[in-house]
């Protein structure tokens, strides 16, 4: 089986390195980290305790309270930190100065040699759902106890998941544990070939999200920029939402003395969006560009690393990739920040949390971009229903806490 899977490998490769090439050429991406990817690694090599694994700016912040607490439990604990992102290696390095930050290996027998060969990990915890069969494989053969931790199993990938049951579960056999974030994920683990006994639900780390309350580089000129408006912040907005959220912002703020901020998920948004306020009667700034005396009535939130904390001058909140079949985004930011939240029906990567929020009446599915502006119009007409609904979603962080701690714990009963 891991014959043929590695060919298949090298095959992908061979198709896709002429898009990858042109891509890294035009845009800059991909290149630089191609040789940390393939195991070729600067310095002297150095074992560690812990290999933690998370894809993207998601999951690296999520694993934050998980680091945390494992480095309370096991002050002593050294940590290697994978992502396979660019913005989440920034994150990551910017998050866990004292670990080695570095790219997750491809997934090719011998780049995952060479990555174990030189960080010589004890421990392999991966964050939710990252099954690559020959990290999974060579990692066990080497003596690494390894954890899935966060583990979920969206709607869209569980077809095919139980299409290639016969592999996924020859890999699943080879965890210690599987950490599953709700009951309908561990049933999800343990119907495509999980053993029964090594999973169980331990919650979903997300929640033990705390707001950073170092302020932000640009809080005096943006303070400034917003003056005594009410502030409507569009996070994470993607293709699609942006187009037909900028109409409805011209009813708002025709309205309503508001500002409002737009924070687009991919990087490569930025300039389109910019192009797209540029062309509407709406006056705005971009982040990179605000300067001290700006005058505009919307924001172009065009770095990375800063909404989190732009949350906290929210009066409302709509969190994006939930108008258009994307899967969603985490509402938990805003929420912890105590701002009224709303998204669409698309949150399939984010399902239990939809239905805690919902069930608890602390956020609001809106079906368009006219009900996300209505939505926002309300909390800034009626400030008792802004407390309420604020208050609600506080509250609802608040109240499912505590599952870092138990993966932080498995973890480091595997480190012993």
């Known amino acids: 089986m891991y014959v043929l899977y590695e060919v298949l490998l090298y095959l992908v490769l061979l198709l896709t390195l002429p898009y990858f090439l042109l891509t890294g050429i035009l845009r800059g991406k991909y290149l630089a ?9 600067r310095g002297a090599a150095e074992a560690h305790d812990l290999w933690i694994h998370a894809v993207s700016v998601g999951e690296t912040l999520a694993a934050r309270p998980v680091v945390e607490r494992i480095r309370r439990l096991r002050p002593e604990t050294s940590i290697v930190f994978t ?3 660019l913005t989440g290696q920034a994150q990551a390095r910017r998050l866990y100065p004292d670990a080695t930050v570095t790219y997750f290996p491809f997934d090719f027998a011998f780049a995952v040699r060479r990555f174990l060969d030189h960080h010589r990990p004890r421990v392999f915890a991966t964050m939710e759902t990252e099954i690559w069969p020959n990290v999974t494989r060579i990692a066990r053969a080497r003596g690494l106890r390894l954890v899935l931790a966060n583990g979920r199993i969206s709607d869209r990938s569980f077809p095919r998941y139980r299409l290639f049951r016969r592999i996924v579960a020859g890999v699943l056999r080879k965890y ?14 343990v119907s495509i070939g999980a053993p029964d006994d090594i999973v169980e639900v331990s919650g979903n780390v997300k929640f033990d999200y705390e707001p950073d309350e170092t302020p932000l580089e640009i809080a005096p000129r943006l303070e400034q920029l917003i003056g005594a408006r009410q502030v409507l912040v569009l996070g994470s907005t993607m293709e699609g939402e942006d187009e037909a959220l900028l109409p409805e912002l ?27 306020l540029a062309t509407s ?7 990179t560009e605000l300067a001290d005396g700006a005058s505009a009535d919307v924001l172009l939130l065009d770095t990375l690393g800063e909404l989190a904390k732009i949350y906290r001058y929210a009066t409302a909140a709509f969190v994006g990739g939930t108008l258009i079949n994307a899967g969603g985004h985490n509402p938990i930011e805003p929420a912890a920040a105590g701002v009224p939240v709303c998204f669409g029906p698309s949150m399939s ?11 608890n009446e602390a956020a609001a599915e809106v079906s368009s971009a006219s009900e996300a502006i209505d939505f926002a119009a309300s909390m800034f007409d009626d400030a008792y229903l802004r407390a309420s609904w604020g208050e609600r979603a506080r509250r609802t962080v608040q109240q499912n806490r505590g599952a870092s701690e138990r993966t932080a714990r498995r973890i480091v009963e595997l480190l012993a």
């Open 281 to 287: 009667p709406l006056r705005f700034v971009r982040r």
């Open 349 to 359: 990567n984010f399902r239990e949390i939809a239905q805690v929020f919902l069930r």
């Open 33 to 41: 980290n191609v040789p940390q990817r393939l195991g070729f690694f």
């Open 83 to 85: 992502t396979t992102t």
């Open 250 to 276: 011209e009813r708002l703020l025709a309205e309503h003395h508001a500002f409002v901020i737009i924070a687009p998920r991919k990087p490569e948004r930025f300039e389109l969006v910019a192009g797209l």
């Open 176 to 189: 210690d544990r599987i950490l599953a974030r709700e009951e309908t994920d561990r049933t999800r683990f």
